[in-house]
């Protein structure tokens, strides 16, 4: 499976220790250049650890960097999300990937404009425990830490719904 990552997903993943979770999940990981840059070469300047981890998996051939070639006129979808965004979607369809991964509303709503699946952050650990990678108490643990950071920034409410997705699928449902 070939996924395109923009970067909250890396972001957050990484700021939970789960960007493991990713190699574990997909074959192919992607992101643009210009994620690349707001992801590693900011974060490093600013000393995130979470883009030391993504610097790392890029170094090792796990992520790969692809420069994409923005269009003269932007297509219509594009109103209204940053470069970043912008880049990952292009790239998305220009690999034809199986998912894009990405955490912003209005960017899943671009991708999906352009005819791309998405998912965010939530999702992508909802994958893992339903593939047997994490347990319910380990989700439920990710849940209460991106409750309690404020250095991530999903809403309460996606995070409740998940909870109680993820009680379901394990057999659990549970307050």
Known sequence: MKVVSNA??????????????LLRLYQEIFISQE??????VKGLE??????SATAFLVNQGLIRVRKI????SLPEWSVGIDEGEISTIL??????????LIDDL?????????GLRS???IGILLQGLRAGYLSLAEFELLIHMIRNRRDLWIHPHLCELALQEARRFAGRDRV
Not at 35 to 40: A, I, L, Q, Y
Not at 69 to 72: L, V
Not at 106 to 114: D, E, G, L, M, W
Request: a neutral charge; zero cysteines.
């Open 8 to 21: 909250g997903p890396l972001i957050t993943l990484g700021k939970l220790g789960q960007l493991g979770l």
């Open 35 to 40: 994620v690349h840059t707001e992801v590693v």
């Open 46 to 51: 600013i000393g995130e650890p979470d883009a």
């Open 69 to 72: 070639e923005f269009p003269s």
């Open 91 to 100: 790239l998305a369809l220009h690999l034809q990937a199986d998912w894009i």
């Open 106 to 114: 209005q960017a899943r709503r671009a991708a999906r404009a352009a």
């Open 119 to 121: 998912k965010g952050s």
